[in-house]
């Protein structure tokens, strides 16, 4: 592993936690399925090897996840 792929995995990581903490405050009745859909999601791209496709699954993401965080905001959920 060359340090640009390393560079990538933890930024694949950091988004992964993320989305988690984000998903921890979605009401209870929907936090697991959330929990799931952000697993199945990493899950289904962990074999993807071509860079340019993780950067962009990196910052569909990282846009994905803004949406939900402001959808919770708005929801009153901190």
Known sequence: MD????LIRARVLKL???ALR???R????ARAELRQT???EMENNRNCNDK????YLISDGLDRLKRLDEMLDMQGRH
């Open 38 to 40: 952000i697993r199945q």
């Open 22 to 24: 984000v998903a921890g």
């Open 3 to 6: 340090l640009q792929d390393f």
């Open 16 to 18: 992964y936690r993320q």
């Open 26 to 29: 979605a009401p209870g009745f």
């Open 52 to 55: 340019q496709r993780i950067r």
